[in-house]
């Protein structure tokens, strides 16, 4: 709008005349795709976007008042913890409802760990008689992950337990470990062969240094195997200063504790 002089009015929400729109044109010429007006994205069920939601409020942190101390527990916590002190304090209906979620915990539980016994035994007996077998016709064995010998079921408790390698990475790791025991048992005969030949102090001294430490790498490396993978030194040194089998692992994790604190 002009004023008495005849100019236009320039200023928030009135541009400058030659920036403004053309009466009858449109600021976008190219207009909104059709059908785009209020169109919602495409929801993707894989997302579960719905059980996503629920679980980040269920683990939220929540503070609450415990007596004097004010402690933070994920959200699900503290309903069922609200639930058993209302339980304890006489509520029928939450003690009804306590007890049934303790019953299903329980239930699920008890069938899982059911689950997972009858398929450890079944694994166990299938490959333990088919390696047999493959001994009996002379055949090649393979090495299943785990080995069935390494899945150990107590028949009193039914847990299971598997003391070696559960997959291909561990399996990598495993024989790794085992060949550096193995060089460091080959280390060790040759570094007391050659102590046993030296003539001079200064030669004794540097082989008996040799023979140590490279003992030592063993019984840390073999201390951390199970029963079934651990090997007899050869070789073994009883001076003063060499390592013991059973003890140098656990000498060794006392020492980095140590330095760490």
Known sequence: ?????????????????????????????????????NKPKP?????????????????RPVTIRE????????AIQA???????????????SQRALSELVRQVEDR????????????????????AELERRRRVGSDEPDPIPHPDDVMIDPR?????????????EKREWDQRLARRAEAQAEVTRSAENYRKARSGKSKSFWLSEWHFEQRMFDIINDAMPERYKA??????????????????EEYLKRGRGRSQ
């Open 1 to 37: 709008m002009a004023d008495e002089s005849g100019k236009f009015e320039v200023g928030y929400g009135k541009p400058p005349q030659a920036h403004r729109f053309k009466k009858g044109q449109s600021g976008n010429p190219n207009g909104r795709p059709r059908g785009a007006k």
């Open 43 to 59: 929801l993707n069920p894989a997302n579960q976007p719905t059980d996503i939601l629920i679980l980040e409020e269920a683990y």
């Open 67 to 74: 007596g004097d101390k004010v402690i933070e527990l994920p």
């Open 79 to 93: 309903a069922v913890r609200s639930m058993a002190i209302a339980a304890m304090k006489g509520s029928r209906l």
């Open 109 to 128: 539980k008890a069938r899982e760990h059911l689950t997972i016994l009858e398929n450890a035994s079944e694994y166990k007996q299938n490959w333990t």
């Open 157 to 169: 408790t039914g847990n299971v337990r598997t003391h070696g390698p559960m997959d291909a990475r």
């Open 232 to 249: 007899k030194l050869q070789d073994r040194s009883w001076k003063e200063g060499a390592s013991r089998e059973g003890k140098t692992l």
